[in-house]
């Protein structure tokens, strides 16, 4: 089993910043890609931004230039595959929702490919 776990979320002015956190811990082999999702007040989930293995990004237009999604690098300079931030800067009220992170790869055991998202953390940009 893969559990997806993120923190970081929480009240903030419009303007001010916030970093999410995510991490995926279990019988993890290979992790294929990293993104985060957001759901506002009666809307749909929507795609907010994700992170390939190699490297490369994708992000919804209304966030382009001001959130940035990122893996981590420990202090000792290793890259942990298994953690993804987004920084979120310059917040405005409609980026309000509840943000998923979502995680898919493959396990060390049968059956090998997982898709598996967190609970969810709240985000609330006031004006």
Not at 26 to 35: D, K, Y
Not at 78 to 86: A, E, G, M, P, R
């Amino acid at each position: 089993q893969v559990l997806v776990a993120e923190s970081g979320g929480g009240l903030v002015q419009a303007g001010g910043s916030l970093t999410l956190s995510c991490v995926a811990y279990g019988t993890i082999l290979s992790i294929n890609s990293q993104g985060w999702y957001r759901q506002a007040p009666g809307k749909q989930r929507e795609l907010v931004a994700t992170i390939g293995s190699g490297g490369g990004t994708n992000y919804v237009d209304s966030v382009k230039g001001r959130f940035t999604i990122s893996g981590n690098v420990d202090k000792n300079g290793h890259y942990d595959k298994n953690t993804v931030h987004l920084q979120m800067n310059s917040l405005k009220p409609e980026d309000t929702a509840v943000y998923y992170c979502n995680v898919q790869g493959e396990r060390t055991i049968i059956p090998r490919a997982f898709d598996s998202w967190g609970q969810g953390i709240q985000v609330t940009v006031s004006s």
